[in-house]
């Protein structure tokens, strides 16, 4: 995984607990690379869920609602930093339904040695979709949380029933609803 995730996970949990909660999740997490990431690093997927586990330990707050809670976040640092991904668009589903054929190919060209999960959008109607989530990492929740954070995004209410496809989290169907 990029480097980039780590530094804005970290940056979330400074932001939202304290320096001092960093400091004691990097020291329980026991990290291959010490907790020293770049942004352009490449680090193990693994190294973020022991953060994730150890926060949850340290904070009493669910995993996978902390992995969605970063998901929101992501998306805004994401949205900020990369305007010209969301330029033009004028929906969240517009842009869910860039995602794979637009972004991650563009993420793609950019780190090449990428493995962004594969994302695959059916519209039902202008107010209902199908999202297919998969991924050989287990972050289903960290995807639950981007959606949000499109939906919080665009303005637009979005109701989602999420749909596990496996117990490891590596592939789910998201239904979105947007009124």
């Known amino acids: 995984m990029k480097g980039m995730i780590?530094?804005?996970f970290l940056e979330m949990v400074e932001t939202q607990f304290s320096p001092e909660v960093v400091e004691e999740i990097l020291e329980l997490s026991e990290l291959p690379s010490g907790g020293s990431y770049t942004s352009l690093g490449t680090y193990a997927h693994a190294e973020i869920l022991s953060l994730?586990?150890?926060?949850?330990?340290?904070?009493?707050?669910?995993?996978?609602?902390?992995?969605?809670a970063f998901g929101e976040y992501l998306f805004k640092r994401l949205a900020d930093s990369h305007p010209q991904f969301i330029k033009d668009i004028r929906s969240s589903f517009d842009l869910l339904e860039r995602v794979e054929d637009y972004i991650h190919v563009e993420v793609r060209k950019l780190y090449p040695e990428s493995s962004p999960p594969e994302i695959r959008c059916t519209s039902i109607d202008e107010y209902q979709m199908r999202l297919h989530y998969k991924s050989h990492r287990p972050f289903a929740a960290l995807a639950l949380g981007l959606i949000q954070g499109v939906g919080r995004y665009f303005d637009e209410r979005l109701s989602i029933r999420v749909e596990p496809l496996s117990d490891a989290g590596t592939e789910t169907m998201f239904h979105l609803t947007r009124s």
């Open 6 to 8: 780590f530094t804005e």
């Open 52 to 68: 994730v586990s150890n926060l949850s330990r340290v904070t009493k707050v669910d995993p996978e609602v902390l992995q969605t």
